[in-house]
Nanobody, 123 residues
Framework: QVRLVESGGGSVQAGGSLRLSCAASGYGISRLCMAWFRQAPGKEREGVAAIYPNGGSTSYDDSVKGRFTISRDNTRKTLYLQMTSLKPEDTAMYYC????????????????WGQGTQVTVSS
């Protein structure tokens, strides 16, 4: 049974940085595609970034390209999202996801989800 626990969210001013972490437990984590999603109030959940099991390939939503970096440490079973140059429109609940169906992209369907961590960016 895969369990995902996010941390690292908080409140920052525009232009600031945060690093989110997702601690995974269970077997086979290193073989799973993982991703970050976010959901702002009143909006649908959207994929932010995804990373292949070996970390060799990543994909990003256009809105975060050049500002966010997804990475993983399979020995620590941890997924990261380094966020820089944060904007008020980045304010959302951020979710970690694992075990995709239909490829390893931010648009793929994921079967395992964390509980989320809130990111608030003020102007």
């Amino acid at each position: 049974q895969v369990r995902l626990v996010e941390s690292g969210g908080g409140s920052v001013q525009a232009g600031g940085s945060l690093r989110l972490s997702c601690a995974a437990s269970g077997y086979g984590i290193s073989r799973l595609c993982m991703a970050w999603f976010r959901q702002a109030p009143g909006k649908e959940r959207e994929g932010v970034a995804a990373i292949y099991p070996n970390g060799g390939s990543t994909s990003y939503d256009d809105s975060v390209k050049g500002r966010f970096t997804i990475s993983r440490d399979n020995t620590r079973k941890t997924l990261y999202l380094q966020m820089t140059s944060l904007k008020p429109e980045d304010t959302a609940m951020y979710y970690c996801a694992a075990d995709s169906r239909g490829g390893c992209q931010k648009s793929s369907t994921f079967t395992k989800w964390g509980q989320g961590t809130q990111v608030t960016v003020s102007s």
